[in-house]
């Protein structure tokens, strides 16, 4: 990136400044590059979360899927669809609440809201119901809690992920645009500040030949 001069005033105040300004340019760096840290670290840890729970629903899914195979191979592929079809309907609704999570950022934690309730009599007709499509339907309600976490860990990365996005680009400005430029500037003024201390010393001493050249004469 650039680390083409600032346009200042080459003075010992300015340089003064010039130092401060990168002095506190490091300083945010290195918060940021903490901050950077933390993330990364938390974004670690909800991957595994969420490594956790798609493995869960994973199993959830293959025991019912598994489950629902047996009862149709009991009762026959035809009896399985009329039975669906006269079950009661289950309606899940979401209720999403925001929290503060690492570094303040807000996540959205999802909640799974059962419209009906579904847990106080079966969805079917239990005298013409095998146990396993009981079973496959316990399952899949279970696994859509697995879904919902899913969706909730997938959504606090995404947030995770953009945040690390910010404070990275803001971590690369500061050290290799911002730094560079004062780093310039500050041997600039510094290069200015030594010619102006040359030229000095070099017309004091003239003045002194001269004052000694004049004494000289007098006497």
Excluded: W
């Excluded at 925001?98 to 007709?125: A, W």
């Excluded at 146990?131 to 697995?146: K, M, R």
């Excluded at 959504?155 to 404070?167: C, D, H, P, T, V």
């Amino acid at each position: 990136m650039s680390s083409d001069k600032m346009e200042v005033h080459p003075t010992r105040q300015e340089l003064l400044k010039l130092k401060k300004r990168k002095s506190l340019a490091e300083g945010i760096a290195d918060i940021l590059q903490k901050d950077l840290e933390t993330l990364i670290i938390s974004l670690i840890e909800f991957r595994k979360k969420a490594h956790v729970a798609r493995d869960r629903l994973y199993e959830k899914m293959d025991y019912a899927y598994s489950s629902f195979f047996k009862a149709e191979m009991k009762i026959g592929s035809i009896t399985t669809k009329e039975i669906a079809l006269s079950s009661s309907t289950v309606e899940f609704g979401i209720e999403t609440n925001i929290t503060k999570g690492v570094l303040g950022l807000p996540f959205s934690i999802f909640n799974l809201v059962k419209e009906n309730n579904i847990e106080s009599r079966s969805r079917f007709d239990i005298s013409e119901t095998p146990v396993q499509l009981e079973e496959a339907s316990s399952i899949i309600q279970e696994a859509i809690n697995f879904i919902v976490k899913l969706a909730e860990l997938t959504a606090i990365i995404r947030e995770i992920l953009e945040l690390i996005s910010i404070k990275r680009r803001q971590i690369n400005r500061i050290r290799f645009k911002i730094i560079p430029q004062l780093d310039a500037t500050i041997k600039y003024v510094e290069l200015i500040l030594e010619e102006i201390e040359r030229q000095d010393a070099i017309r004091v001493r003239v003045l002194q030949r001269k004052r000694k050249q004049r004494s000289t004469k007098k006497v």
